[in-house]
Nanobody
């Protein structure tokens, strides 16, 4: 069973930075695209960014230039460096693997909470 362990969330002031990490167990992520998603109360989980096995990156417009996704296949991990955080980035962040029709694995981790507030 694939499991995700997200970490790194915290309370930060607007303009601050955080690094999120996600360690995956139960599968080798090397050949899969890996992504970050986020969810706020009362809304659906939304895609934020992903990185392919070839290290091609893609982001939603609202985080372009502020967030950077990376991966370390040796550690079976994916990261999200977040700079210039804004209140609208407040959410619980999760990782999974994107596909053309959704996500690869039906299970989700507990997520890591990011709160941006002064």
């Amino acid at each position: 069973q694939v499991q995700f362990k997200e970490n790194g969330g915290a309370l930060v002031q607007p303009g601050g930075s955080l690094r999120l990490s996600c360690v995956v167990s139960g599968t080798d992520i090397t050949i899969y695209p890996m992504g970050w998603y986020r969810q706020t109360p009362g809304t659906q989980r939304e895609y934020v960014a992903h990185i392919t096995y070839g290290h091609m990156r893609s982001y939603i417009d609202s985080v372009k230039g502020r967030f950077t996704i990376s991966r370390d296949n040796d550690k079976n991990a994916v990261y999200l460096d977040m700079d210039n955080l804004q209140p609208e980035d407040t959410a619980v962040y999760y990782c999974n693997s994107p596909t053309d029709v959704g996500v690869r694995w039906s299970t989700w981790g507990q997520g890591t909470r990011v709160t941006v507030s002064s």
